[in-house]
């Protein structure tokens, strides 16, 4: 499926900080059951090209596996190296997107700005995060798609809840990145299974 078609089935992408390569399969599987099939693993993690490596020979065929906190050109290069297929990023760089694009990785872009988000749809952006999603509103969401091209997919992250949901989605958001609320270190396969049943049951 691309991304459009993953994110219309469960609009979660689950942000795995923290976690650690002999770990993360089973997290991983437990989300995938619960239908979450977009895992991001930071760069800020322990040994995050390992832990892409591993979920995407694992579930590199059922769910789209990636890499967030994605600063450099040279972290681009390596995520796709590891099987990564999808860019994310905390800040507004055109560079970075480049850099996915060119070897074939989807970018989901952080931005707060119109003036950002279009020049990261210039650069080729296949979807928009807007972060810190808590600094900003539905509202805000609203107005900004008016200006930007309808078929833009923007994804509020940070602060995002099962009980907050709804006024994003009204707003016309694409999906949402889920960290804290859904993985922290240390959480067991069924801490975080948990969790993501109670945003299951608010975005079916």
């Known amino acids: 499926m691309d991304l459009k078609s993953r994110l219309a089935a469960s609009p979660l992408i689950a942000i795995l900080r923290g976690v650690r390569p002999d770990e993360v399969e089973a997290i991983a599987a437990?989300?995938?059951?619960?239908?979450?099939?977009?895992?991001?693993?930071?760069?800020?993690?322990p040994d995050p090209f390992d832990s892409i490596a591993r979920l995407a020979r694992t579930f590199g065929t059922t769910a789209l596996i990636g890499?967030?906190?994605v600063m450099t050109e040279t972290d681009v290069a390596r995520v796709a190296d590891a099987g990564g297929r999808i860019?994310?990023?905390?800040?507004?760089?055109?560079?970075?997107?480049?850099?996915?694009?060119?070897?074939n990785l989807l970018a989901a872009p952080g931005f707060f700005t119109p003036a950002e988000a279009f020049a990261l749809l210039r650069a080729g952006a296949d979807a928009l995060k807007l972060f810190p999603a808590e600094a900003a509103s539905p509202a805000m969401l609203r107005a900004i798609r008016a200006?930007?091209?309808p078929e833009t997919m923007i994804l509020p992250v940070g602060g995002i809840?099962?009980?907050?949901?709804?006024?994003w989605q009204k707003a016309g958001a694409a999906g949402f990145g889920i960290g804290s609320a859904l993985y922290q270190r240390g959480d067991t396969p069924a801490e975080v299974a948990a969790?993501?049943?109670r945003f299951a049951a608010v975005t079916k």
């Open 195 to 197: 969790k993501a049943g």
């Open 147 to 149: 200006v930007l091209p």
């Open 161 to 167: 809840a099962p009980d907050t949901i709804a006024p």
């Open 87 to 103: 860019i994310i990023t905390p800040h507004a760089d055109p560079a970075i997107v480049t850099a996915a694009k060119s070897h």
């Open 30 to 45: 437990v989300l995938i059951e619960s239908g979450i099939t977009i895992i991001e693993v930071p760069l800020n993690s």
């Open 67 to 69: 890499a967030g906190t």
